[in-house]
């Protein structure tokens, strides 16, 4: 799993430059330090949940959004185990695997 700090420096990080802010920009407007948004985006500090909420709120990110962001990292996460996984079984094993898999994905 990765670590939620980077998580949530990551979703800052990138809104951020999806709305071409600088890091000084950011931390003006949140009144920060912009040394703090950096080691914020790269995982180092943890903000507070008040620093946290003016970021998101300058960068108008919903607060789940966190939530489905660790999810889709947790899903890649496994996949990425689970492939490493099938290149060391048989091939015989792999085929039982995928009609298992193919099952799962069309049943719901």
């Avoid at 890091?23 to 946290?52: C, F, W």
């Avoid at 099938?86 to 049943?107: A, E, G, M, Q, Y």
Wanted: a positive charge.
């Amino acid at each position: 799993m990765q670590d939620i700090r980077k998580v949530i420096g990551n979703i800052i990080k990138k809104n951020r430059k999806k709305l071409k802010m600088t890091q000084y920009d950011l931390a003006s407007s949140v009144g920060v330090d912009p040394k703090y948004i950096s080691r914020i985006e790269t995982g180092i500090s943890y903000p507070s949940l008040s620093v946290v909420e003016k970021i998101f709120g300058v960068l108008n990110i919903n607060i789940s959004y966190i939530l489905e962001e660790e999810q889709e990292l947790n899903k890649n996460e496994m996949i990425s185990i689970i492939n490493n996984d099938l290149k060391s079984t048989s091939t015989k094993n792999v085929s039982i695997i995928k009609d298992i898999v193919s099952t799962i994905t069309n049943s719901f």
